[in-house]
């Protein structure tokens, strides 16, 4: 590898190998003003426990900004910055490049830190797509860029997203006697774009704050690869979803157990699905939408006909993609053709 592309060593943070054997340090701890029930609340709090005291946390405008640093007061015990809403990618890479000189020039002491760049759906799947996507062509700098996905701008009063769920009541769609359904855009897969579509990004996966350990073991891997990092989280979002708060937990498993959402993680171009979403791969019967989508006040609105496109979308995710759930596309029949014959001629010649 050019010296120029020298990468730093990473800490090896080792998986939690249980719910005893986390540490007990807590590195975003009380003083924030989220709602009750707030998924990505937990999400923050997981994540920095997973990297450990060594970590420099940077945030986009949003709710996991404003909420956890109004007046003066902050969670985070951990260095934190603010950054403008589109510019998480941006703030992960001339952090990471930032840390890297100091230490070249010895200005600071060499050691692993972790820089983790946090961002919403609308900061970082609508504004700030592009500045992700360059952060993960930089293979010589270390960090992860976490998405914590609550499907609105739910900081200005949940605004619709391009990752707001097909027909979901936002401020912006309120369904209406003329028309029931003022969002009719089917979401967003940023995960498995930003996986496909950037080969030196060493690690991408998907998690949900429902599976805590699973979702803090991922944090640690993706920082232990080092490189440019993603990871997508679905956060269950009381306000924007309209539910009962303590249903925050429940509705993360069952967007999991209906397959609304794969839990998936590529390391190193490799892809493997994971937890609940392993045993659907293997043909695990997955439960009706409808039992995720009336859960929530959002869709009430929703007749049996909008319940049914749902399903058909989310069937044709998992039957009909070249990978469910994460490649929204399959081959051409005379492609499948081709290859099933070089398999045949591998076969023979070996
Ligand atoms: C460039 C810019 N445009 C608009 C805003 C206003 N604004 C602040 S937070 C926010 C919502 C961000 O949504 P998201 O990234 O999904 O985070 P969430 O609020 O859902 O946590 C908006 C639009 C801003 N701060 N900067
Ligand atoms: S609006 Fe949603 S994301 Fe924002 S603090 Fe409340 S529950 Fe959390
Ligand atoms: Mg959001």
């Known amino acids: ?42 999400v923050m709090k997981l994540m920095v426990k997973a990297a450990g005291p060594r970590t420099v946390v940077l945030g986009s405008t949003g709710c996991m900004y404003v909420a956890n640093t109004t007046y003066y007061s902050t969670s985070w015990v951990v260095p934190w910055m603010h950054t403008q809403l589109g510019a998480s990618g941006s703030a992960a890479v001339g952090t990471a490049a930032g840390l890297k000189a100091l230490m070249r020039k010895g200005r600071i002491k060499q050691e692993p830190i972790n820089v983790i760049s946090f961002c919403g759906d609308g900061g970082g799947a609508d504004m700030g797509l592009s500045s992700i996507s360059a952060a993960l062509t930089y293979p010589e700098y270390n960090f992860l860029i976490l998405m914590y996905d609550n499907e609105s701008y739910a900081n200005t009063d949940i605004q619709l997203s391009s990752m707001t769920p097909y027909g979901a009541n936002t401020t912006f769609s309120p369904p209406g006697t003329a028309r029931r359904l003022l969002h009719t855009r089917w979401k967003k897969n940023v995960a498995g774009m930003l996986a496909a579509g950037h080969p030196e990004c060493k690690y991408v996966a998907t998690v949900c704050a429902s599976y805590a350990l699973q979702m803090m073991n991922h944090v640690r891997r993706a920082l232990s690869i080092g490189g440019p990092t993603y990871i997508h989280s679905l956060d269950p979002c009381p306000k924007g979803w309209d539910y009962d708060p303590m249903l925050s937990h429940e509705l993360g498993e069952i967007a999991v157990e209906t397959g609304v959402w794969p839990l998936f993680e590529v390391e190193d171009h490799v892809l493997s699905f994971y937890g609940k979403s392993k045993a659907i791969a293997h043909g695990k019967k997955r439960k009706p939408v409808r039992e995720y989508l009336l859960k929530q006040g959002r869709f009430a609105h929703f007749t049996d006909e909008d319940i049914a496109y ?25 492609i499948k053709k081709g290859l099933a014959r070089s398999e045949v001629e591998i076969g023979a010649a070996a």
């Not at 998986?15 to 029930?37: A, I």
């Not at 749902?310 to 005379?334: E, H, S, T």
């Open 1 to 42: 590898m050019p010296t120029e592309l020298t990468v730093l060593p990473t800490q090896n943070l080792a998986p939690f190998k249980g719910v005893k054997k986390l540490t007990v340090e807590e590195y975003y701890t009380s003083g924030h003003r989220t709602c009750q029930g707030c998924e990505s609340a937990l």
């Open 310 to 334: 749902f399903q058909r979308k989310i069937d044709d995710m998992w039957n009909r993609w070249l990978i469910p759930g994460v490649c929204a596309f399959d081959l051409a029949d005379d």
